[in-house]
Nanobody, 121 residues
């Protein structure tokens, strides 16, 4: 499966933004999809993941309560709704796919190109 993240932009602290992850040459509904981010000078970190049916999700502590991952398998897409954005959310955001839900935050095999999210305070 090939993935492409989109929807990034320049935002103000407190704003909301929705990222999209579109799947091509494959069916997204067959995969667990995760969102990751990498800030300048930092390692890539897990943000959230969702199972194939959209019935199970997990979040990093840093985004829990502010970010929501969802999917629309009819659109072959996964979304990351980001609310109450903070400057520390500034990063390149990537979506990725894997077959098995566990282990959480690891085991992702397919990666898409990222989309830049910049939050100014």
């Amino acid at each position: 499966v090939q993935l492409q993240a989109s929807g990034g932009g320049l935002m103000q602290a407190g704003d909301s933004l929705r990222l999209s992850c579109a799947a091509s040459s494959g069916t997204a509904s067959a995969y667990v999809i995760g969102w990751f981010r990498q800030a300048p000078g930092k390692e890539r970190e897990f943000v959230a993941q969702i199972n194939e049916a959209g019935s199970l999700t997990n979040y990093a502590t840093s985004v829990k309560g502010r970010f929501t991952i969802s999917r629309d398998n009819t659109e072959n897409a996964v979304y990351l709704q980001m609310n109450s954005l903070r400057s520390e959310d500034t990063a390149v955001y990537y979506c990725a796919a894997k077959r098995s839900y566990f282990p959480i935050a690891n085991g992702f095999v397919y990666w898409g190109q990222g989309t830049q999210v910049t939050v100014s305070s």
